[in-house]
C-alpha cells in the first residue's frame, strides 16, 4: 500500500501544480518548518487564528522583523490551511497583519548612474544596464531568454513577472552590440553543452513533455546562464541554469560603495530611476506603469514624489529671498 505523503511533501506538490516559484516555495516551506517547531511541532490540523497570531506576534515583537517578512510568514501559512489542509483558520486581525511602512524609493540621478555603471564591468555591466534601462525587477533580468529580446523592434518581452503576468519593455538601443556579441559567446558554450550530451535548459509548465526537444533550443537558453551546470531541484536534471540573482547583487553593491554615493542604493535603485527618469522626459505615468507591470497606477505614482524639483516640487523661501 502506497504511503501516504507527509505534510510537507503535500505543500509541496501543491505550489508546484499552482506554479509557484522554487524561491516561494523554499521560503514558503521554510514558514512552516518554523511554525510547526513554534507550536512544539503540533499539527496544524489541531491550530486555529490564535495559534497563527501568537507566532506572528512572536516574530514582530521577539525577533523584530520587518512588515514584509511577516506578511510573506502569514501567506505561507494561511496557504497550509486552505491549500493543503482545506481548512479555514478563520479571521486574523488585522492589528496581526503587518502594514508596510509607506517609504519613498531611492533614487539615483543621472550623474550617479554613470558612476555606477563606470565600476561595473562584463556580464554583470550588460545586466545592470538592462535593470535601469529597462526597468526590470533582478529575477526578471537573470530569467531572461534568448527568444524574449526583440532587437528589430528595440523591445523585450518580460515573461511571468510579478503576479505570473508578461509585459513588454523598452529595449535600449545602446545594448544592442554589446548584447549581441555576449549571446554570440555563450552560443559557443550552448553548442559545446550539446556536443557533451547536456544543453538541455529548465521550462516552465512542462513544456518539455509537450514539446520533446525544445529543452535544447538555443532560443529558450538564458541569456545570462551560469558558468557551472547543476541540477534542477525538481527533475534532478543535470543543466545550464541562469546566474545567481545574488551576484548581480553583491557587484551593484560593491559599484555603488566604489562610486562614493551616500544613498542605500540596490539593483532595485536602477529600476526605480529608470521610471523616474522617464517621469522627468515627460513620458505619461499610464505607459510607465506598464513597463513597470504594476498591477495598480497608485503603485507607479509614487513616483511623482520623488522627481527632481526638491520636496513636493517646492522652492524654498530662502531662494526667493536670496543670499544677503
Excluded at 535593470?131 to 526590470?136: A, D, E, N, P, R
Aim: proline residues 4%; hydrophobic residues 40%.
Amino acid at each position: 500500500m502506497e504511503q501516504e505523503p507527509k505534510l510537507l511533501e503535500k505543500m509541496q506538490n501543491r505550489l508546484r501544480v499552482l506554479h509557484y516559484s522554487i524561491h516561494t516555495e523554499k521560503s514558503y516551506l521554510d514558514w512552516v518548518k518554523r511554525f510547526i517547531l513554534f507550536h512544539d511541532k503540533r499539527h496544524p490540523e489541531s491550530m486555529g487564528t490564535q495559534d497563527i497570531e501568537r507566532f506572528l506576534e512572536y516574530l514582530a515583537v521577539e525577533l523584530n522583523v520587518a512588515s514584509s517578512t511577516q506578511n510573506q510568514a502569514l501567506s505561507a501559512i494561511l496557504f497550509l490551511f486552505k491549500e493543503v489542509l482545506r481548512l479555514d483558520p478563520g479571521w486574523v486581525s488585522a492589528s496581526k497583519r503587518a502594514k508596510r511602512p509607506q517609504k519613498i524609493p531611492v533614487v539615483f540621478s543621472h550623474a550617479e548612474i554613470k558612476q555606477v555603471f563606470l565600476h561595473l564591468d562584463g556580464v554583470y555591466w550588460l545586466m545592470a544596464h538592462l535593470l535601469y534601462g529597462s526597468g526590470l525587477r533582478l529575477m526578471e533580468c537573470v530569467r531572461l531568454r534568448v527568444k524574449d529580446i526583440d532587437f528589430d523592434h528595440n523591445q523585450i518581452l518580460v515573461r511571468g513577472g510579478k503576479g505570473n503576468k508578461d509585459r513588454r519593455s523598452v529595449f535600449p538601443g545602446v545594448l544592442k552590440e554589446p548584447l549581441k556579441i555576449h549571446l554570440e559567446k555563450i552560443k559557443l558554450m550552448h553548442v559545446k553543452d550539446l556536443a557533451d550530451g547536456r544543453g538541455t535548459v529548465f521550462l516552465p509548465h512542462a513544456l518539455a513533455r509537450k514539446y520533446p526537444g525544445v529543452e535544447t533550443d538555443w532560443a529558450w537558453s538564458y541569456v545570462f546562464p551560469s558558468h557551472k551546470l547543476s541540477k534542477d531541484p525538481r527533475s534532478g536534471v543535470l543543466q545550464r541554469h541562469h546566474l545567481d540573482g545574488q551576484g548581480l547583487q553583491r557587484k551593484v553593491k560593491k559599484a555603488i560603495r566604489l562610486a562614493d554615493i551616500p544613498k542605500q542604493g540596490s539593483c532595485h535603485t536602477l529600476r526605480h530611476s529608470f521610471a523616474t527618469h522617464l517621469l522627468e522626459t515627460g513620458y505619461d505615468i499610464r505607459t510607465i506603469q506598464e513597463l513597470l507591470g504594476h498591477k495598480d497606477v497608485r503603485t507607479t505614482m509614487v513616483y511623482t514624489h520623488v522627481l527632481n524639483k526638491g520636496g513636493r516640487g517646492v522652492v524654498s523661501p530662502s531662494d526667493v529671498l536670496g543670499m544677503a
